[in-house]
């Protein structure tokens, strides 16, 4: 297992290509399930949770060919059959293939996911998604078993919370339902406007994306089909806090301001200063930070999936920030390690409180999720000495060469072997 070693004290400056999103990846690669025809999908990040999900459409399969950032994947001799617990566990988003293979076959048993530790992260609006849509499904034994074998029906379904993983599940599914599925209280994340937009490029009929209303027509008549995977928002802001946090100034080339508003108001408020450039976006840190609070909220508010990197940023702004957390009940298992650094935060149920001007020194820390992670990498950067994060893989899982394209901007971060 691999452990990042970190000299923190530099400023960061250059470009950065920002890669496809992961969180937009795996749900269009489960989504190839649906069609017995070959999408091709482009810009795949070069991230472990996409190689994992393209292992599990081969073990259903799919033929599938690679090159570079691009895949064919061709789900035409793709059967339902059951998936090693190895794969699953390795990430959440295989619940993702639920919905298309239940939808294609009429029948479809998943392992209970696994991935990130943060909270308990059930499984019951995916559930209730699918039975709303006529599937008699069961959670036995540590597995998901859903049966519809006279085919779904399309319906009304109201989700609970706006769900970005069950409205992805239920939109996948209605595609292949008989009649209109109406979605009330959808969730708008950009990631689920991609997904339609390259389920609709393989002959879904899907209105309404990106609202909380979303309306699927089936079924959908497939076909052929090619379509580029969106910029990583959520990489994005994570070099964006990169270049805040060390007083350094960063390109992100491929960003996109329209998905990013939150993001960047909260960087400007802090004392960043952010704008369009040629290619992508610029985040310059050349200023005193400020305390600034934020509260984690559904798209289009501060994404849960920043919140960790925030926190390592107002560990070094003037005066104190309080950080909200509202999405995962036990998303701060950053919090001790960056205290280990030298971070001045105390929780409070779910807000952590952040005393800035800390100064950091470099130490031991692991971490159980990736934005957790990555946020100890953060903060290692402006750490006095040396930081080593142990555990890289989770980095692996959703951050396409971390340490190369920090490196690049002058960081001074090695990989080593354990
Ligand atoms: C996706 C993202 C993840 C991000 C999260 C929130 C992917 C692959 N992952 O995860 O990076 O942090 O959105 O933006 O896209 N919940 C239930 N029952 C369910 C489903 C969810 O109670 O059936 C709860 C979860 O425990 C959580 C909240 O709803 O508290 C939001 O989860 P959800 O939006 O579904 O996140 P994911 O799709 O898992």
Redo the contacts with the bound molecule.
């Keep these: 297992m691999d452990k990042l070693r970190i000299q923190g004290g530099r400023a960061l400056h250059g470009s950065v290509a920002i890669a496809g999103a992961?969180?937009a990846a795996?749900?269009q690669l489960a989504a190839t399930l649906l069609s017995p025809h070959p999408v091709e999908l482009a810009n795949l990040p070069d991230v472990s949770d996409v190689a994992n999900m393209l292992t599990l459409l081969e073990q259903y399969g799919a033929r599938i060919v690679r090159t570079d950032r691009d895949a064919i994947i061709d789900a035409g001799p793709a059967r339902p059959a059951e998936t090693g617990y190895d794969t699953v566990r390795r990430m959440?988003?295989t619940v993702l293939v639920l919905g298309p293979l239940l939808a294609r076959f009429g029948e479809a048993r998943v392992s209970l996911p696994g991935g990130c530790a943060i909270?308990?992260?059930?499984?019951?609006?995916?559930?209730s998604a699918l039975s709303a849509l006529g599937a008699d499904v069961r959670v036995e034994g540590g597995f998901i078993h859903a049966r519809a074998p006279k085919g779904l029906r399309g319906n009304r379904l109201v989700l609970p919370?706006p769900?970005?993983?069950?409205t992805e599940t239920a939109i996948m599914a209605a595609t292949a339902a008989a009649g209109e599925t109406e979605i009330l209280n959808a969730?708008r994340?950009p990631?689920v406007i991609d997904l339609a937009a390259s389920l609709g490029a393989m002959g879904a009929v899907i209105e309404g994306a990106g609202t909380h209303r979303i309306l699927i027509n089936g079924p959908a008549s497939w076909r052929p089909a090619a379509h580029r995977i969106m910029p990583d928002r959520i990489e994005a802001g994570t070099y964006a806090i990169a270049a805040a946090i060390t007083g350094g100034q960063i390109e992100l080339s491929g960003a996109r301001l329209e998905h990013m508003a939150s993001v960047v108001q909260a960087l400007e408020l802090a004392g960043a200063r952010v704008w369009p450039g040629d290619r992508g976006l610029v985040v310059s840190g050349d200023g005193a930070l400020r305390g600034t609070d934020v509260t984690t909220e559904?798209y289009p508010g501060f994404?849960?999936?920043l919140q960790a990197q925030f926190m390592a940023l107002m560990t070094q702004a003037d005066g104190a920030s309080m950080i909200r957390e509202t999405?995962?009940?036990s998303r701060f298992m950053h919090v001790p390690e960056l205290v280990r650094l030298g971070a001045n935060i105390r929780l409070q149920g779910r807000t952590a409180v952040v005393r800035g001007g800390a100064r950091l020194h470099g130490a031991q820390v692991m971490a159980t999720d990736l934005r957790a992670s990555v946020s100890l990498v953060l903060a290692g950067l402006i750490a006095e000495g040396e930081t080593v994060l142990n555990r890289v893989y989770h980095l692996d899982r959703g951050y396409e060469q971390l340490d190369l394209k920090l490196r690049r901007c002058g960081a001074q971060i090695e990989r080593a072997a354990q």
């Design positions: 992961k969180n795996l749900p959440r988003a909270g308990a992260r059930p499984v019951d609006m995916h559930v919370s769900s970005v993983g069950a969730a994340e990631e559904p994404p849960t999936d999405i995962f009940e």
